[in-house]
């Protein structure tokens, strides 16, 4: 498995098999991105929530790649509407897909698309593929749930905001990381907004 960040809050995970997944592709108008959409390719893609900088490039990305939308039940219905594939979770929700599994998990933060549309609740994401498990905590403040999902789930990669003001901060995000126990944590959601 190969897990690569392309700044902000977007990874992707390209298995060995070839099965790539993307997270959140705010790409385009990410003056930090090193990638544009049109060099990243996805067979899915796991959106934490509807705000423009995860929704980002997404669809994009789908309509090029015929990707299947992984998301919250409101966010996947969204993604429906627009004429994509979609798979609805909800929170505490898993799934098998042919990659591996996928848990939703709870995150404290909002969830409007850009044109208004309520997309539910944000999340975050559990996966577990090929043996290794990553916490992409998606756009979240801190939490007490987190010693909860690392103690279910030992998790060798924790992706989580640092950048304060919209998410939690450095400080905040050292307590998730003592929480969550991860044997490697990455930060992600900085240097682009306040």
Do not use: W
């Not at 498995?1 to 592709?25: C, N, V, W």
């Not at 979240?140 to 989580?160: A, N, Q």
């Amino acid at each position: 498995m190969k897990l690569r960040y392309f700044s902000h809050s977007a990874f992707q995970i390209t298995t060995e098999k070839g099965k790539k997944i993307l997270i959140d592709p705010f790409l385009d108008d990410n003056p930090n991105s090193p990638v544009k959409s049109n060099q990243v390719d996805a067979d899915y893609i796991i959106l934490t929530h509807g705000h423009g900088d995860h929704l980002g490039d997404a669809f994009k990305i789908a309509k090029r790649c015929d990707s299947l939308f992984i998301c919250l039940n409101e966010l996947a219905n969204y993604c429906s509407e627009k004429g994509f594939k979609a798979h609805n979770m909800h929170i505490g929700g898993s799934h098998l897909f042919e990659f591996g599994k996928v848990k939703l998990t709870i995150a404290h933060h909002g969830s409007m698309t850009p044109d208004n549309y309520y997309a539910g609740e944000p999340s975050g994401v559990v996966l577990t593929i090929e043996g290794k498990s990553i916490y992409h905590t998606g756009d979240t403040g801190l939490f007490y749930d987190m010693k909860l999902i690392g103690e279910m789930t030992k998790l060798d990669y924790m992706l989580l905001p640092i950048g304060d003001n919209f998410t939690m901060g450095i400080e905040d995000a050292v307590k998730a990381v003592e929480l969550a126990n991860p044997k490697i944590a990455i930060p992600m959601h900085y240097n682009t907004f306040p």
